[in-house]
């Protein structure tokens, strides 16, 4: 599974960080979400989609 955040749609909720924080972390620049790694461990799976569903801006997005 991959996934992407939408840098424009992030507005800095922090809940996939929180949900999934070895997926995703928020950018000490702007507090906006990043991937860690967009390719998403097996282990991690659950978490990523919490985190997606989660998003109050709909940023996240699952790739494959
Ligand atoms: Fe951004 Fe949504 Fe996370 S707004 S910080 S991608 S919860």
């Known amino acids: 599974m991959k996934v992407r955040v939408d840098s424009e749609r992030c507005q800095g909720h922090t809940l996939c960080a929180m949900n999934a924080p070895e997926v995703f972390r928020l950018r000490d620049i702007d507090g906006h979400s990043e991937v860690v790694n967009e390719e998403v461990p097996a282990d991690q ?5 919490e985190a997606v569903n989660s998003c109050p801006e709909r940023a996240i997005s699952i790739i494959s």
Not at 45 to 49: D, L, M, N, P, S
């Open 45 to 49: 799976e659950e978490q990523a989609v």
